[in-house]
């Protein structure tokens, strides 16, 4: 089980449905992600900084319906290599859509494919090692980035 802590403001807080956040600027390749896999998509985002000099977006979609698509396609043209965080299993998931969308009206901007990090389609373990496993961790959102930009984690 994962310990996040979240900040609450004190005073009214209203998140704007329909508009996207960037929660970490970069050029090298973006990450998509929301929910639990933004704070997890933040983490491997700084490994990437850390250990490979590997500038990442993290975008945060905040919601599905509306969609920021605009922001969606502005930072996949801004750094042309994309990677899809999702906890729902690899079949069908909201990363699949997500990168139709891409596919379909930012291909062109593109220096490579759209690489999608969730788990497999298979049920989800009663072992928490084999749970942990499957998981789509910050470690495999910093393999999938570093495959993307043909860099291994040894020579980075």
Avoid: Q
């Avoid at 989800?124 to 090692?129: A, L, V």
């Amino acid at each position: 089980i994962e310990n996040i802590e979240w900040e609450v403001p004190d005073e009214d807080y209203v998140i704007p449905l329909g508009k996207a956040d960037v929660k970490r600027e970069g050029t090298d390749a973006t990450i998509i992600a929301s929910s639990i896999m933004v704070h997890r998509a933040l983490e491997a985002a700084e490994t990437l900084r850390r250990e490979h000099s590997v500038g990442t977006e993290v975008l945060d979609i905040r919601s599905l319906v509306p969609l920021d698509k605009e922001a969606l396609l502005s930072s996949a043209a801004k750094t042309g290599y994309v990677v899809i965080g999702d906890e729902g299993h690899r079949s069908n998931n909201v990363a699949s859509g997500l990168a139709s969308i891409i596919a379909e009206e930012g291909f062109e901007s593109l220096k490579g494919p759209i690489k999608i990090v969730s788990p497999p389609d298979v049920c989800i373990p009663y072992s928490p090692p084999m749970e942990e496993f499957i998981r789509p961790t910050a470690d495999k959102l910093v393999a999938s980035v570093l495959s993307l930009l043909k860099l291994s984690p040894a020579t980075a």
